[in-house]
């Protein structure tokens, strides 16, 4: 029989069972929803379907046998201290490459202010912890990454959207936002932004935005989490001065070796004013105890033995021809009255449907036609966002892009005839 819930909902159900713990759970728990994104990836792994949606970094493209050799090795040389727990900081050794690899971003860390974290996932979720209460506000781009989302509503946070056009956040939005928040008595607690290739919109915030966006932040006080994990996959040459590296105690700055090596080593990290470090570090303490010594090494290992910037130099290069054949694909099928961004880096284009057309409701459709894209909807916490998706370009090979695009095509097409 369906219940009431003490937060007034009807008992949730997991596919065919019923969860029998739903008057249990903690309020926050309440939050805790699958992601579209999520529930898309049983469909969209079928061999058939030309998946336009994941954001899997095309890891194939490693030398995967030496990357093999080298955990190896790792084991017979240091086996006892790779398997034993760590610090809940992170390996000192490797903290000190994550300040190199941030110079290119034109940072100047101390090692000492870096918290190795379980991807950049965790550091979000551990910034989420420390700083929100329920009610509390996040400022985010709009659309925003679906996965950061996700953690700040767990911590039942307040997410208002900031308008953002083909050159990132715009700084008077922002102005106007904070003003018009605080003036009602909010707390706002952050600015959450991808400045680079952002998730889902594909843009770059552009340089004299940044500034304006600093400024703005500093006199009102705002913290901003600058989360980069596409950072180093410009397709232009060179890379953008990260906000961090203009304000060190105003910005914590999350990384990650997800895109520029693997995700599977599920290894990122958190450069945070001091304070701030001193409780990223006893979350991450409270949260896993240390974070896996042997990731960690057999990161650090990779970075001093192998050629990393040329093998990020291949990703990019990769990556631009998977971007150039989508950007050409859409350009010579999609219907008029579509557009889209043209991202100068990353792993995504973000695109817009006529009027009066639903990216949710052709969802089932486009399935059916075997391909797959991640509907608007799921980027922004209001639910708003239906006339756009999603295309990651990252993962399938440029055929499979065309093909794809031209079944995506085809179904818009269609849907306009209607
Ligand atoms: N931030 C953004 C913007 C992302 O796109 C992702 C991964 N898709 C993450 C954070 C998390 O990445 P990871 O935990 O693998 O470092």
């Given amino acids: 029989m369906p219940q009431e ?17 739903v008057d249990r759970y903690a309020a926050r728990a309440t939050g805790m929803v699958a992601s579209e994104v999520r529930a898309l990836f049983a469909v969209a792994s079928r061999p058939e379907v030309v998946s336009l949606a994941g954001g899997m970094p095309y890891v194939t493209a490693l030398p995967l046998d030496v990357v093999g050799e080298l955990v ?18 992170g390996d000192p050794h490797l903290r000190e490459q994550i300040c190199d690899v941030m110079s290119l971003e034109g940072i100047e860390a101390n090692s000492d202010d870096v918290v190795v974290t379980v991807g950049s996932q965790q550091a979000l979720d551990l910034v989420t912890r ?43 939005s922002l102005a106007q936002t904070i003003y018009a928040l605080k003036t009602a008595g909010n707390r706002i607690k952050f600015l959450y932004t991808v400045p680079n290739f952002q998730n889902p919109a594909g843009v770059t915030l552009n340089v004299s935005r940044r500034a304006q966006i600093l400024d703005i932040c500093q006199r009102a006080g705002v913290l901003i989490v600058e989360d980069n994990p596409y950072g180093l996959l410009g397709f232009e040459g060179g890379s953008m001065r990260a906000l961090r590296a203009d304000c060190p105690d105003g910005v914590v700055y999350l990384g990650s070796f997800s895109k520029t ?18 409780k990223l570090v006893l979350a991450m303490e409270s949260a896993v105890l240390s974070h896996s010594v042997f990731s960690q090494l057999a990161v650090g290992q990779y970075l001093a033995t192998q050629p990393w910037r040329e093998q990020i130099k291949t990703f990019r290069e990769l990556y631009c021809e998977r971007r150039d054949a989508m950007l050409g694909a859409l350009e010579a099928m999609m219907p008029a009255g579509c557009t889209w961004t043209r991202p100068a880096g990353g792993f995504f284009v973000w695109a817009t449907l006529p009027e009066g057309l639903d990216s ?59």
């Fill in 130 to 172: 420390i700083f929100i209460d329920p009610g509390d506000v996040i400022l985010a781009e709009g659309p925003s990454y679906v996965g950061a989302l996700g953690t700040f509503s767990a911590y039942q946070a307040k997410v208002v959207h900031i308008s953002m056009d083909d050159e990132g956040i715009i700084p008077e």
């Fill in 360 to 418: 949710k409701a052709l969802l089932p459709r486009a399935v059916a036609e075997r391909v797959a894209f991640v509907p608007g909807t799921g980027f922004y916490a209001d639910g708003s966002g239906s006339r756009h998706m999603r295309l990651s370009y990252c993962y399938p090979e440029p055929e499979r892009i065309r093909e794809g695009v031209r079944r995506l095509a085809g179904v818009i097409e269609q849907e306009l005839r209607v």
């Fill in 5 to 21: 819930s003490d937060h007034g909902q009807a008992i949730a159900s997991h596919g065919s069972r019923i969860d029998a713990y």
């Fill in 261 to 278: 090596l693997a995700p599977g080593f599920r290894v990122g990290w958190a450069l945070a004013p001091h304070a701030i470090r001193d």
């Fill in 72 to 89: 190896a090795d790792l084991v017979a040389r240091r086996g006892p201290v790779a398997l034993q727990y760590g610090s809940g900081q």
